[in-house]
């Protein structure tokens, strides 16, 4: 008889194990709070405000009365975008910007249904029912959401302030299987886009826009969706069975994670900085992703408080042409920003496919991640001959591996999927196209983009936390 494998979750101790369960619980609260992208980050605020975490503007102003570096060292601050679709946690470090940084970064959008923001976003179908129109938003299967709860999540815009609210919607109706005929086509055919068509619940579009109005707190019209965000979630809360978590984690369990891992460390050596951004599950474009100008954005607040306190403090010895002789940032700013990002090293916090006994046809056995053993650390991405992908340098994988050996952290190498047998990407291209050393790495998952029924084992919770707080610190 062969010898049983020893699972990670055995290799824990009791402390441990109790540490992990409290991770669980609390990874579930955020799921809740977390169920849309400006949730996320409104959450992610929050987290970081009551670990002691306060606005970058704050830190600023007391650089401008004089703070030196040495004042700034251990100093914990965040940037979040107004809308709150980016959101940055940042612990200044000892050493100097020169030297680099340490980043990790992950997306707080998911998979999941738009209503069409014109005035038909909400039709009423003249007896049969008040319906929203809707787009799906990234890569879903749309069968998936058919007959299943659903509830609204909605960020509206009037009167110059924004207006939050939460209504139970009932489902998209499913056809019913004596009269569906079709076997002959396939999924997509039969389950097509334009029919993921939400039945509200109600049956008069006024008791309809009543109830959201009544959860807004101010009067709701039709002509008010322009101005909307309203976003269609499954309904119902995430839970754990056994080692198992049932829930909606891509990617907010990295999110959490990260979260988790920059509120608990200490003074880190380099400048640590943990993002979120929006738009991934759709290229990471427009003004909140991870192509747009966020990045950009913290790297010029950081960068400008700490050299500002470096140059301040010079200035008290030294006139300002020799300062300048020596501050490349003085003489230029964008080339001491790029020197600082070819210093720098990230993690691309994000999920994998983990390997499914059900589906083996789709994975490559020997080179897939599974369930419970460890955060997996994927080298690239990409599909059939490496097309969008980002690689690792070898060294990356190598120290990324060494921290997670030296602090006994569960973790396993993974890649996705099959050769041409389709394929996915991160934010990481994005950043490593900046000059930063990047590798992905995060939890495996089964039943990737479901809504609501992706599954993560709690181990490659606890040990992606583990992993992104070890690495921030090292």
Same mark, same amino acid.
């Given at each position: 008889?062969?010898?049983?494998?020893?699972?990670?979750?055995?290799?824990?101790?009791?402390?441990?194990?109790?540490?992990?369960?409290?991770?669980?619980?609390?990874?579930?609260?955020?799921?809740?709070?977390?169920?849309?992208?400006?949730?996320?980050?409104?959450?992610?605020?929050?987290?970081?405000?009551?670990?002691?975490?306060?606005?970058?503007?704050?830190?600023?102003?007391?650089?401008?009365?004089? @703070?030196?570096?040495?004042?700034?060292?251990?100093?914990?601050?965040?940037?979040?975008?107004?809308?709150?679709?980016?959101?940055?946690?940042?612990?200044?470090?000892?050493?100097?910007?020169?030297?680099?940084?340490?980043? @990790?970064?992950?997306?707080?959008?998911?998979?999941?249904?738009?209503?069409? *923001?014109?005035?038909?976003?909400?039709?009423?179908?003249?007896?049969?029912?008040?319906?929203?129109?809707?787009?799906?938003?990234?890569?879903?299967?749309?069968?998936?959401?058919?007959?299943?709860?659903?509830?609204?999540?909605?960020?509206? $815009?009037?009167?110059?302030?924004?207006?939050?609210?939460?209504?139970?919607?009932?489902?998209?109706?499913?056809?019913?299987?004596?009269?569906?005929?079709?076997?002959?086509?396939?999924?997509?055919?039969?389950?097509?886009?334009?029919?993921?068509?939400?039945?509200?619940?109600?049956?008069?579009?006024?008791?309809?826009?009543?109830? #959201? $109005?009544?959860? @807004?707190?101010?009067?709701?019209?039709?002509?008010?969706?322009?101005?909307?965000?309203?976003?269609?979630?499954?309904?119902?809360?995430?839970?754990?069975?056994?080692?198992?978590?049932?829930?909606?984690?891509?990617?907010?369990?990295?999110?959490?994670?990260?979260?988790?891992?920059?509120?608990?460390?200490?003074?880190?050596?380099?400048?640590?900085?943990?993002?979120?951004?929006?738009?991934?599950?759709?290229? $990471?474009?427009?003004?909140?992703?991870?192509?747009?100008?966020?990045?950009?954005? #913290?790297?010029?607040?950081?960068?400008? #408080?700490?050299?500002?306190?470096?140059?301040?403090?010079?200035?008290?010895?030294?006139?300002?042409?020799?300062?300048?002789?020596?501050?490349?940032?003085? *003489?230029?700013?964008?080339?001491?920003?790029?020197?600082?990002?070819?210093?720098?090293?990230?993690?691309?916090?994000?999920?994998?496919?983990?390997?499914?006994?059900?589906?083996?046809?789709?994975?490559?056995?020997?080179?897939?991640?599974?369930?419970?053993?460890? #955060?997996?650390?994927?080298?690239?991405?990409?599909?059939?001959?490496?097309?969008?992908?980002?690689?690792?340098?070898?060294?990356?994988?190598?120290?990324?591996?060494?921290?997670?050996?030296?602090?006994?952290?569960?973790?396993?190498?993974?890649?996705?999927?099959?050769?041409?047998?389709?394929?996915?990407?991160?934010?990481?291209?994005?950043?490593?196209?900046?000059?930063?050393?990047?590798?992905?790495?995060?939890?495996?998952?089964?039943?990737?983009?479901?809504?609501?029924?992706?599954?993560?084992?709690?181990?490659?919770?606890?040990?992606?936390?583990?992993?992104?707080?070890?690495?921030?610190?090292?």
């Amino acid at each position: 008889m062969a010898e049983e494998k020893t699972r990670a979750i055995d290799k824990l101790t009791d402390a441990q194990r109790g540490e992990m369960d409290e991770m669980v619980n609390d990874y579930l609260d955020f799921q809740k709070e977390s169920k849309t992208v400006w949730e996320t980050g409104r959450e992610t605020v929050r987290r970081l405000e009551a670990a002691g975490f306060r606005s970058i503007e704050d830190l600023g102003e007391e650089v401008k009365e004089g @703070a030196s570096y040495e004042e700034l060292v251990g100093q914990k601050v965040y940037i979040a975008s107004e809308d709150f679709r980016n959101v940055a946690g940042i612990v200044i470090g000892e050493e100097g910007l020169e030297q680099g940084m340490n980043l @990790a970064y992950a997306h707080m959008d998911k998979p999941e249904l738009h209503v069409k *923001r014109a005035e038909g976003g909400i039709f009423d179908t003249d007896g049969d029912g008040v319906f929203l129109d809707t787009q799906y938003y990234g890569g879903i299967k749309k069968h998936q959401w058919f007959a299943r709860p659903l509830e609204l999540r909605g960020e509206v $815009s009037k009167d110059g302030k924004l207006h939050h609210f939460t209504i139970d919607l009932a489902t998209v109706p499913e056809k019913l299987p004596h009269l569906d005929k079709q076997s002959g086509q396939k999924v997509g055919d039969a389950f097509p886009g334009e029919k993921l068509d939400v039945f509200t619940g109600y049956f008069k579009e006024a008791d309809f826009l009543a109830a #959201v $109005s009544d959860k @807004a707190g101010i009067e709701i019209t039709k002509e008010d969706l322009v101005n909307s965000y309203l976003t269609v979630v499954p309904r119902g809360d995430p839970y754990r069975v056994g080692e198992a978590l049932v829930g909606q984690h891509d990617d907010t369990i990295c999110s959490y994670t990260q979260t988790e891992a920059i509120t608990r460390i200490g003074t880190p050596k380099h400048t640590a900085i943990v993002i979120g951004f929006d738009k991934e599950e759709i290229g $990471s474009n427009g003004k909140t992703g991870g192509q747009g100008a966020f990045f950009d954005y #913290v790297v010029d607040k950081v960068t400008g #408080v700490v050299k500002g306190a470096e140059v301040t403090e010079k200035l008290k010895a030294k006139e300002f042409g020799d300062v300048y002789k020596e501050e490349q940032f003085l *003489r230029d700013a964008g080339a001491f920003k790029r020197e600082v990002l070819y210093a720098s090293k990230a993690l691309s916090a994000d999920v994998n496919a983990a390997y499914n006994p059900i589906f083996p046809e789709n994975f490559d056995p020997r080179n897939s991640a599974h369930l419970g053993e460890g #955060v997996t650390v994927t080298p690239y991405t990409g599909s059939g001959g490496k097309y969008s992908t980002s690689e690792a340098p070898i060294g990356a994988t190598e120290e990324l591996g060494a921290i997670n050996a030296r602090n006994s952290i569960p973790y396993q190498p993974g890649l996705l999927g099959k050769v041409d047998g389709g394929g996915g990407g991160t934010i990481a291209k994005f950043i490593a196209q900046k000059g930063v050393d990047t590798i992905d790495t995060g939890p495996a998952l089964w039943s990737m983009h479901s809504p609501a029924s992706e599954i993560a084992h709690v181990v490659d919770l606890y040990s992606c936390e583990q992993e992104i707080e070890a690495y921030l610190e090292s």
